[in-house]
């Protein structure tokens, strides 16, 4: 007898440590049939989320699993920080510190029968690293651009890599367009020769030449809204970008100990080229790198660009701020915010 009562309780801590659905399915021949459910096992049960993390798909499992009382309403006991969708237990952020967050599986028709998960929210990057530029810029900078594998290194013979570039993003619209290696014909990928017979590679990425920042998909990344960035970055404005350019441009500095820090700073913010690219009304040239600022002007829907000149080679070409049509346009993202070292750790 004993030995069976340690077999149940051993299957039922099982149950419980699953951190997938999936786990559970060897049990179900050992799973009560019928009535009404008495049990929720929500995936994954536990893990840690930092605001670089991908939200995993929630999930769950009913037990009895062909119980008629399958229906869920997905709950966070702190929305304020992490929400989810009731319906379709959908995660999304909201304004992040450290923090327990317990996201809850609620039967529709018995509310005294749940599964929880338990989340660990990290109000630090995880996958990306930071760079703490306050004393330069009065900012913390991310250290490559959204999407990106790599942290630009001017030894890097390839400084067009994919890797280094990151995803390309439509202004206000927070799905990057097609995101391939270069080479090849994939979507931003390929050479071009230009007319001295110079060929380069460069970016033909997939963009939507139609995209004006509105519709469904779009996000006004000037008001705080939803960006490509982590949780409590965001894209930096007109004026943090001027800052930036004073800064890496050696012209404004007459010793050579400023000079050497302007030239640091410059190589620290690693901006990779954007390539050679088609755009409604011209091409860019291919050696600047290009990156999004959040000032935009809704009426002509014009939106200002940090253009790194000779962001490859490493000049001393100081780089500049230009506001373009941002129809069908599609560039880089890089991600900053303010406060205090508590505020990113």
């Known amino acids: 007898m004993k030995k069976v009562i340690f077999l149940l309780l051993s299957m039922i801590a099982m149950f419980y440590a699953c951190d997938y659905a999936g786990d559970i399915k060897d049990y179900k021949e050992d799973l009560a049939e019928g009535g009404p459910v008495n049990t929720i096992l929500v995936s994954p049960s536990a893990f840690t989320l930092y605001v670089d993390s991908e939200f995993p798909s929630m999930s769950y499992v009913s037990v009895p699993t062909n119980t008629v009382d399958s229906v869920v309403v997905w709950s966070s ?68 651009n959204m999407g990106a594998t790599m942290v630009f290194d001017k030894t890097v013979t390839n400084n067009m890599a994919a890797g280094l570039k ?47 920042a509105e519709g469904e998909h779009f996000s006004d990344w000037s008001q705080g809204g939803e960006t490509p960035c982590p949780g409590g970055w965001r894209l930096p404005t007109k004026e943090e970008c001027e800052k930036i350019i004073y800064m890496t441009n050696v012209a404004n500095f007459n010793t050579q100990q400023e000079k050497t820090a302007a030239r640091a ?73 303010d406060g205090n070292v508590e505020d990113v750790e």
């Open 166 to 212: 990151g995803n390309y993003y439509h202004w206000g619209n927070n799905t990057p367009v097609a995101n391939g290696e270069f080479g090849g014909d994939d979507g931003r990928g390929g050479y071009y020769t230009y007319p001295n017979e110079q060929t380069l590679l460069g970016g033909y990425p997939e963009f939507d030449p139609s995209w004006n």
């Open 77 to 144: 006991d702190t929305p304020e920080v992490l929400d989810v969708d009731p319906e379709t237990g959908e995660l999304k952020w909201g304004t992040v510190r450290n923090c327990e967050v317990v996201i809850s599986a609620t039967s529709a028709t018995r509310k005294d029968v749940k599964g929880e998960c338990r989340i660990t929210v990290r109000n630090t990057v995880g996958v990306y690293k930071y760079l703490d530029l306050r004393a330069e810029l009065g900012l913390f900078v991310i250290d490559r």
């Open 265 to 337: 700073l410059r190589e620290k913010l690693g901006v990779a080229m954007s390539g050679y690219q088609r755009i409604p009304g011209g091409n860019w040239q291919w050696q600047h790198g290009m990156l999004w600022t959040s000032t935009w002007n809704p009426e002509t829907k014009k939106v200002w660009v940090l253009w790194a000149t000779n962001s490859g080679d490493w000049k001393d070409d100081p780089w500049e701020m230009k506001e373009m049509e941002l129809k069908g346009i599609a560039i880089a993202v890089r991600c900053v915010r």
